[in-house]
T-cell receptor, first 113, second 110 residues
């Protein structure tokens, strides 16, 4: 079955530690995205990548970093510089072209204490 | 970035009632999408609209791409308990990522 995998579903970290969230897709999509969701805030774009080895900042990139070494994978690192990292993180992918329908993974809930 | 105004923010309805929600923008979009998110899960694409004036159905769901290309509507007929969730609209234009509304939280009372 084609889809997007995010792991783990729940992640707990101590303040001051960097943490990397995994996102893998086997849909052969060119573009991948990371969103952050807080209660009542909707989806806010952190980073996106439309091609391997290239990525762009979204609206709230500060305190986060990404890499895109393979088409299937787009890991997100939440650094210790992110002031309020506890949130629900969603990864998505899409074809680049006439259709921009994004398909989402199941999400990772990160709790930092 | 661009903003989408989605309303209402939340709604409580009786099972069997019809539901309407909408999204408006100050910018023109070429594509409108509607998603549903169940608690603790990722959003799932419900309907995609590509042409101004287009009316598309998916079961009990109907969505329309506004003639001005600055708005879109989603209707749910004869609501059932599993319709509970957050509904997001999203618009696209140019070579930029989707712009999402803040969501409409739907609660269905049996």
């Amino acid at each position: 079955d084609g889809g997007i995998t995010q792991s783990p579903k729940y992640l707990f970290r101590k303040e001051g530690q960097n943490v990397t969230l995994s996102c893998e897709q086997n849909l052969n999509h060119d573009a991948m995205y990371w969103y952050r969701q807080d209660p009542g805030q909707g989806l806010r774009l952190i980073y996106y990548s439309q091609i391997v080895n290239d990525f762009q900042k979204g609206d709230i990139a500060e305190g986060y970093s990404v890499s895109r070494e393979k088409k299937e994978s787009f890991p997100l690192t939440v650094t210790s510089a992110q002031k309020n990292p506890t949130a629900f993180y969603l990864c998505a992918s899409s074809i680049v072209g006439s259709s921009y329908e994004q398909y989402f993974g199941p999400g990772t809930r990160l709790t930092v204490t | 970035g661009q903003q989408l105004n989605q309303s209402p923010q939340s709604m409580f309805i009786q099972e069997g009632e019809d539901v309407s929600m909408n999204c408006t923008s100050s910018s023109i979009f070429n594509t409108w999408l509607w998603y549903k998110q169940d608690p603790g899960e990722g959003p799932v694409l419900l309907i995609a609209l590509y042409k101004a004036g287009e009316l598309t159905s998916n079961g009990r769901l109907t969505a329309q791409f506004g003639i001005t290309r600055k708005d879109s509507f989603l209707n749910i007929s004869a609501s059932i308990p599993s319709d509970v969730g957050i509904y997001f609209c999203a618009g696209h234009s140019g070579n930029t990522p989707l712009v999402f509304g803040k969501g409409t939280r739907l609660s269905v009372i049996a």
